[in-house]
């Protein structure tokens, strides 16, 4: 594992940056062995604030927002820096969140401009409370928020979209899917809420900044929130309510467990085959025969490809059928307009990928 200070300089952006600032994120990377150049990242927050946004001197512990993300991606670090991982991991601790998602806008403008084939990005923000306003608790249940539409859709992409559909297929939509299907186990003792919706209203973390940027991209967060614990000076008031973003206030047996739904989801993800590439039904004639095409993948291990479908209207896939080591498939008399279908790898393991959403090609 290497680690380096990634230092960048923000300039003015008033409201919220009212003067240039150097500002830096932390990046430690876990070099894949035989996939390196197919890269997932797990990111938290490093900053905080009080009520103002604007307030640079009081006291702003930030243990939930986003201290908890940031402990989260630490100790997956410790653990899996001892082990050896086909594809790459990357372990970040941003800045600038509250101010604008500056540090993850720059970090990901950063992979955009090398190339990188980044095919998963997960922030943790505000992971590390399982209480709700009202006093109860949801002590395994933590939220995953996947958009449907990409954020980078072109504008022919969506022409696409509203012919063939899709609106609930996107890559990132996909990852969700396949977090669900990794890591809701008795390892982890969790539920994945897997929400299909970008972030919640009037927010956002620093998935959105690799979203923008056309990167498959979701935010984990706790299953409810307590407002009074977020951005809030400190202080005692309405009878005796304690505001303020307190390590008081933190489950770490609940922290722990969301620690442990990201590391299925990365290292299944990293140990898997990547997400086939250019996955398309060709329609270049009318027929009720179904063909599917895709980029055939590198890796060393692939066994081959499974192509999955659903009726329309299913929130998930229901049947799949593995084709073998080939690059198409061709289903007669199965008509495409009744059904979505996708297509995903499997190594000799028998480790599956994310589907690939097969739009008209």
Do not use: C
Not at 225 to 250: P, T
Not at 303 to 329: K, S
Not at 333 to 339: C, G, S
């Amino acid at each position: 594992m290497t680690v380096e200070l990634q230092t960048f300089v923000q300039p003015a952006t008033p409201p919220r940056v009212p003067a240039e600032v150097s500002l830096t994120n932390v990046v430690a990377t876990l070099r894949g062995a035989t996939s390196p150049d197919r890269v997932y990242v797990v990111s938290g927050h490093i900053d905080s604030r009080v009520t103002d946004v604007l307030n640079a001197t009081s006291d702003a512990p930030g243990a939930d927002d986003d201290a908890s993300g940031v402990a989260l991606v630490m100790e997956l670090a410790r653990v899996l820096a001892k082990r050896e991982s086909e594809a790459t991991i990357v372990f970040t601790a941003v800045t600038g969140e509250e101010q604008g998602l500056l540090g993850s806008a720059h970090q990901a403008a950063k992979y955009k401009a090398a190339n990188a084939d980044i095919q998963g990005m997960f922030s943790d923000d505000i992971v590390g409370s399982s209480a709700a306003e009202e006093g109860s608790r949801d002590t395994h249940t933590i939220r995953l928020f996947t958009e449907g539409v990409p954020t980078s859709e072109t504008a022919e992409q969506a022409a696409t979209r509203k012919s063939v559909g899709g609106e609930v297929d996107g890559p990132s939509r996909q990852l969700g899917r396949f977090v669900q299907s990794v890591a809701e186990n008795e390892e982890t003792s969790m539920r994945i809420r897997h929400v299909y919706r970008r972030d919640r209203y009037l927010r956002g973390s620093d998935h959105v900044s690799y979203l923008n940027h056309g990167y498959p991209a979701a935010r984990f967060t706790e299953p409810n929130e307590i407002f009074e614990h977020q951005h809030q000076d400190l202080r005692v008031q309405d009878g005796g309510v304690k505001y303020g973003d307190l390590i008081e206030f933190v489950d770490f047996a609940f922290l722990a467990r969301v620690t442990r739904v990201n590391a299925a989801a990365l290292w299944s993800l990293a140990q898997a085959p990547g997400t086939p590439k250019n996955a398309r039904i060709l329609t270049a004639t009318l027929t009720n025969t179904t063909e599917l095409a895709w980029d055939l993948g590198t890796e060393s291990d692939l066994a081959g490809y499974e192509v999955v479908w659903r009726e329309t209207t299913d929130p998930d896939w229901t049947h799949f059928i593995a084709v073998g080591r080939v690059n198409t498939a061709s289903f007669p008399h199965f008509t495409k307009d009744n059904y979505f279908f996708g297509v995903r790898a499997v190594d000799q393991a028998g480790h599956r990928s994310p589907v690939a959403f097969a739009m008209r090609g």
